[in-house]
T-cell receptor, first 109, second 112 residues
Framework: KNEVEQSPQNLTAQEGEFITINCSYS?????LHWLQQHPGGGIVSLFM???GKKKHGRLIATINIQEKHSSLHITASHPRDSAVYIC???????????FGAGTQVVVTP | NAGVTQTPKFQVLKTGQSMTLQCAQD?????MSWYRQDPGMGLRLIHY???????DQGEVPNGYNVSRSTTEDFPLRLLSAAPSQTSVYFC???????????FGPGTRLTVT
């Protein structure tokens, strides 16, 4: 069983739609990361958060520590948002980052 | 800053061959790590290092060796390549284990 679960696995949206990706984890964590992997393969860090909410442009990440759950929202989605989005969580009990399997997002014009 | 660099970008090996994947960073990060990425699976940690001279195993270390003689470099050695090691390999670095991760561009390895 994965310690970090993401849903959905795949998501297709039309340009302009609001997108939500979910991430849940099994133990108390000290930080959660959201990463983006473009079709070319490179991975970039979008957010690192331990509580509340962070916003960068059209991307919003939230975390609920009690529920052991985080969401990544994309507002007014655009075809250039097409990518794999990966969440990763760090817990002292693991001593390392645990990664979700990723969510493939396709935004059509 | 160049960030995290990896070489080569692509490599094809025959079963039993050995090779070294290179990783370097110029951000003075203490923490460096190697991951492999396979279809349908999340990134899996192979080996990591919390500083020069210190390395430790991740969740899938078998068949791989690492060393960290300098802060900048963290090479990954495949001792005797097997088809099961066909994968995309990413090197990453961060200030500390739980800080923002910076990834290299990846190496696509095929073992025939």
């Amino acid at each position: 069983k994965n310690e970090v679960e993401q849903s959905p696995q795949n998501l297709t949206a039309q340009e302009g739609e609001f997108i939500t990706i979910n991430c849940s984890y099994s133990v108390g964590i000290s930080a959660l990361h959201w990463l983006q992997q473009h079709p070319g393969g490179g991975i970039v860090s979008l957010f690192m958060l331990s509580s509340g909410k962070k916003k960068h442009g059209r991307l919003i990440a939230t975390i609920n520590i009690q529920e052991k759950h985080s969401s990544l929202h994309i507002t007014a989605s655009h075809p250039r948002d097409s990518a794999v989005y990966i969440c990763a969580a760090y817990s002292d009990s693991w001593g390392k980052l645990q990664f979700g399997a990723g969510t493939q997002v396709v935004v059509t014009p | 800053n160049a960030g995290v660099t990896q070489t080569p970008k692509f490599q094809v090996l025959k079963t039993g061959q050995s090779m070294t994947l290179q990783c370097a960073q110029d951000m003075n990060h203490e923490y460096m790590s190697w991951y492999r990425q396979d279809p349908g699976m999340g990134l899996r940690l192979i080996h990591y290092s919390v500083g020069a001279g210190i390395t430790d195993q991740g969740e899938v270390p078998n068949g791989y060796n690492v060393s960290r003689s300098t802060t900048e470099d963290f090479p990954l050695r495949l001792l005797s390549a097997a088809p099961s090691q066909t994968s995309v390999y990413f090197c990453a670095s961060s200030y500390q284990t739980n800080y923002e991760q910076y990834f290299g561009p990846g190496t696509r390895l095929t073992v025939t």
